[in-house]
């Protein structure tokens, strides 16, 4: 529950935003002591703060019996979820067969790499081919595309969907509903189904976030939602690190809850940055090591030469693999592979996700991939958006 509801004045709760208490939940932990020193207040107006978001959250009484337990669920439940997964295609099929079948709902998604590797291009992908219609592989479903850094393009965005209503309607040419599928797939309807939002400060994120889920309640039908980037605002305006951390854990937390609330995929991309480790600077992915335990799965985004590769550096249920894909004037696709092919099993009981074949790249690590690239082009440790469709 967010601090609007709490009875208190809107300098106190803009106060607690800026301190990172964006719910009651984070509220309800903190001493009034230490609640009044962080936001510079008396310890009297901390007491009572902290006295409105007990009385709010519920949390000042004892929860009992069946109230207690609400939310859990069974081993055999999760299983049985697992296997109806929804998947939304990335558009090249290497790159969903490394992912089980694409980005995967109900799960946070984190894709990072370098500028101009393809971040934002993935993002407008998945934006459109979660509206291909159900009876042609797709989701039906809406976007919702958050953009902190004015990268979204609408012009590439209408390219993209004229390629994805083309390559569907030449894959489905003879479906029985394929003269109505072509009445209703139109550019503009694709692009008519992308809620944009454009966030200028780490507030309006937090904020939007935080409200979230009223404008799913009216929109069930969204069916990924894309943050390009979580991290613009966070390395910018942020000098309190502890702060930020508690931010960050608490946005992460409210997005895990819509992607299992809601059966939607949430897609963060995120940029790079470097790292003193070992005496020399390495390349890592923004937002320091406790970030990488927000998110369900991560991608690394990462260049081998010429060629784009896309790596499964995080998964609860996929080997590490990677795949190559190409970016091209269609969007995300397959690009003419000579890699092997190999079968990834698990030793316990058959192959993962029912034997599905997936592509494993012999390569050096992404980050040194990445390094190696940036290295080449520009020396070490520096980097420039050098790459653009």
Not at 208 to 231: A, G, P
Not at 272 to 299: I, N
Request: hydrophobic fraction near 40%; charge should be positive; aromatic fraction near 8%.
């Amino acid at each position: 529950m967010e601090i609007s509801v709490l009875p208190i004045s809107s300098i106190h709760k803009d106060q607690l935003i800026r301190a990172g208490y964006t719910s009651l939940e984070s509220l309800v932990v903190v001493s009034p002591y230490r609640l009044a020193q962080e936001l510079n207040i008396l310890q009297e107006e901390a007491l009572h703060i902290v006295k409105e978001a007990l009385k709010y959250s519920g949390a000042g009484g004892v929860q009992t019996g069946r109230s207690f337990f609400k939310g859990c669920q069974s081993a055999w439940e999760m299983l049985k979820e697992e296997k109806i997964l929804n998947y939304i295609s990335t558009g090249c099929e290497d790159f969903d067969d490394i992912l089980g079948g694409g980005i995967s709902c109900k799960e946070v998604t984190e894709v990072g790499g370098v500028p101009g590797i393809g971040k934002t291009q993935l993002g407008i992908q998945l934006a459109i081919n979660v509206q291909v219609p159900l009876a042609y592989g797709g989701l039906g479903g809406k976007a919702v595309y958050i953009d902190t850094e004015g990268s979204f393009m609408p012009e590439r965005a209408y390219q993209v969907a004229e390629a994805c209503i083309m390559d569907t309607l030449d894959k489905f040419a003879f479906h029985k509903d394929f003269e109505i599928c072509k009445e209703v797939m139109q550019p503009k309807f694709f692009l008519s189904n992308i809620i944009y939002f454009r966030i200028c400060s780490y507030t309006e994120q937090i904020s939007v976030i935080n409200n979230l889920h009223k404008f799913l309640e009216e929109r069930k039908d969204v069916k990924v939602v894309i943050i390009d980037s979580i991290t613009f605002h966070f390395r910018r305006d942020f000098k309190d690190m502890l702060r930020r951390t508690r931010v960050l854990a608490d946005m992460s937390q409210k997005l895990m809850k819509l992607a299992k609330g809601y059966n939607l995929a949430v897609v963060l991309l995120n940029q790079v940055t470097t790292k003193f480790t070992e005496g020399s600077y390495q390349l890592t992915l923004a937002l320091g090591d406790t970030w990488a335990h927000c998110s369900t799965s991560r991608v690394i985004l990462y260049w081998n030469g010429n060629d784009r590769y896309a790596h499964i550096e995080k998964s609860p249920s996929l080997p590490s693999a990677s795949a190559p894909f190409a970016i091209n004037g269609k969007g995300i696709r397959n690009v003419a592979s000579t890699c092997k092919r190999a079968r990834v099993t698990n030793k316990i009981g058959g192959s993962f996700n029912q034997s599905r074949v997936r592509m494993i790249q012999i390569t050096p690590p992404p980050y040194e991939r990445m390094a190696r690239s940036i290295e080449a082009q520009h020396g070490p440790a520096l980097y420039s958006d050098c790459r653009r469709i």
